[in-house]
């Protein structure tokens, strides 16, 4: 009997890599996704506790991926081997703090090894020339190959038209004319494509699964790292600059001011690892408080939170403020009008 030919699909719950690992599947090949989880992913955060994303799916889209197409999926915890891409990128960061073509280096290495390890024949992902201005050209498609160690294991169903032969098409495993000639930014070519394999549902065709290619979210990172003076983080911090508004008065403290009560519910559970601010002479939001704020900061930080609550229009607010000695500080305060918070302030 011949051997059963099986291929490793990177997973990122969006349109195109289910559509890759559809196609490599319609050639009677096996097929299990691989996921890695680098604590940047937009999958199963901030739309899932936010109102104003109350019409997505709650779901994790490579999860629900994995479903549509019949396979499994692994998802690898990848956070700590992740901090150097991000940290150290050899070929620098896109537009924010994306470091893209390390990024996807990094992701198909990671999915050798494990094709290596479990006795899998080749790698799919759901590239497209021309797609992405960092990682996605005609000119870096040889450099992924190359520097993850993948080399001509690497095949790209969506665009493998365009591209030099693969050993699964030599080996007769893939037929190159079953492949597609996708290229360039429009989505009308996997929208169809789609249809046509009868996918209906699938998560927004140009969205972006990484958090790093976000401004607002980059600028908080950077002044993390400013302000710290060291580019170390934890799962935690980054989980928290997905969430409240983020304003930093001076250099000695920043707080974070839940938006809704999904976010504030969240925050919750940091309200022992942090100094945190409530209003508790009108409704408000949670809040916290990173850095060292003296006294002065912490009347700051109850006029923000006052600005921020149902008093924002009253002569005084109180607020109660939890250190992280334990004690408790009881504050009366003028809330901010807009425009006395300056620009500057908000990350």
Same mark, same amino acid.
């Given at each position: =009997?011949?051997?059963?030919?099986?291929?490793?699909?990177?997973?990122?719950?969006?349109?195109?890599?289910?559509?890759?690992?559809?196609?490599?599947?319609?050639?009677?090949?096996?097929?299990?996704?691989?996921?890695?989880?680098?604590?940047?992913?937009?999958?199963?955060?901030?739309?899932?506790?936010?109102?104003?994303?109350?019409?997505?799916?709650?779901?994790?889209?490579?999860?629900?991926?994995?479903?549509?197409?019949?396979?499994?999926?692994?998802?690898? !915890?990848?956070?700590?081997?992740?901090?150097?891409?991000?940290?150290?990128?050899?070929?620098? %960061?896109?537009?924010?703090?994306?470091?893209?073509?390390?990024?996807?280096?990094? =992701?198909?290495?990671?999915?050798?090894?494990?094709?290596?390890?479990?006795?899998?024949?080749?790698?799919?992902?759901?590239?497209?020339? /021309?797609?992405?201005?960092?990682?996605?050209?005609?000119?870096?498609?040889?450099?992924?190959?190359?520097?993850?160690?993948?080399?001509?294991?690497?095949?790209? +169903?969506?665009?493998?038209?365009?591209?030099?032969?693969?050993? +699964?098409?030599?080996?007769?495993?893939? !037929?190159?004319?079953?492949?597609?000639?996708?290229?360039?930014?429009?989505?009308? +070519?996997?929208?169809?494509?789609?249809?046509?394999?009868?996918?209906? !549902?699938?998560?927004?065709?140009?969205?972006?699964?990484?958090?790093?290619?976000?401004?607002? %979210?980059?600028?908080?990172?950077? !002044?993390?790292?400013?302000?710290?003076?060291?580019?170390? %983080?934890?799962?935690?911090?980054?989980?928290?600059?997905?969430?409240?508004?983020?304003?930093?008065?001076? +250099?000695?403290?920043?707080?974070?001011?839940?938006?809704?009560?999904?976010?504030?519910?969240?925050?919750?559970?940091?309200?022992?690892?942090?100094?945190?601010?409530?209003?508790?002479?009108?409704?408000?939001?949670?809040?916290?408080?990173?850095?060292?704020?003296?006294?002065?900061?912490?009347?700051?930080?109850?006029?923000?939170?006052?600005?921020?609550?149902?008093?924002?229009?009253?002569?005084?607010?109180?607020?109660?403020?939890?250190?992280?000695? /334990?004690?408790?500080?009881?504050?009366?305060?003028?809330?901010?009008?807009?425009?006395?918070?300056?620009?500057?302030?908000?990350?």
């Amino acid at each position: =009997m011949s051997k059963q030919i099986k291929a490793v699909a990177l997973i990122s719950g969006g349109l195109d890599s289910m559509l890759a690992a559809k196609a490599v599947q319609e050639q009677g090949i096996h097929v299990e996704g691989i996921n890695f989880f680098t604590g940047f992913c937009v999958e199963g955060h901030t739309h899932a506790i936010r109102k104003r994303d109350s019409d997505k799916p709650k779901r994790n889209n490579s999860l629900w991926v994995a479903e549509q197409l019949g396979i499994k999926l692994h998802i690898i !915890d990848v956070i700590e081997e992740y901090k150097n891409v991000l940290i150290n990128p050899k070929h620098g %960061y896109g537009a924010n703090m994306n470091p893209c073509l390390d990024c996807k280096i990094f =992701m198909v290495n990671k999915a050798k090894q494990w094709m290596l390890e479990n006795e899998f024949d080749f790698i799919i992902t759901g590239e497209v020339i /021309g797609q992405r201005p960092m990682s996605q050209r005609k000119a870096t498609m040889p450099i992924i190959s190359k520097e993850s160690g993948a080399d001509d294991r690497l095949l790209r +169903p969506l665009c493998g038209k365009n591209l030099p032969e693969t050993l +699964p098409e030599r080996e007769g495993w893939i !037929d190159r004319d079953k492949l597609y000639d996708f290229s360039g930014r429009s989505r009308k +070519p996997q929208m169809e494509l789609a249809e046509k394999y009868g996918f209906i !549902d699938y998560a927004q065709p140009a969205g972006g699964c990484c958090f790093l290619t976000d401004e607002k %979210y980059s600028n908080k990172l950077v !002044d993390l790292w400013k302000t710290r003076g060291t580019k170390e %983080y934890e799962l935690d911090d980054i989980m928290l600059l997905k969430v409240g508004r983020h304003i930093r008065p001076n +250099p000695r403290f920043k707080i974070m001011i839940a938006r809704e009560d999904g976010e504030g519910r969240f925050m919750e559970g940091y309200k022992k690892t942090f100094t945190n601010l409530n209003c508790s002479s009108h409704q408000g939001p949670l809040a916290l408080i990173e850095g060292t704020p003296t006294e002065e900061d912490l009347v700051i930080a109850a006029k923000l939170i006052a600005r921020y609550g149902q008093g924002r229009e009253a002569q005084t607010v109180d607020v109660e403020i939890r250190l992280l000695n /334990g004690e408790s500080k009881n504050l009366s305060v003028t809330p901010f009008l807009a425009d006395e918070i300056p620009q500057e302030w908000f990350i």
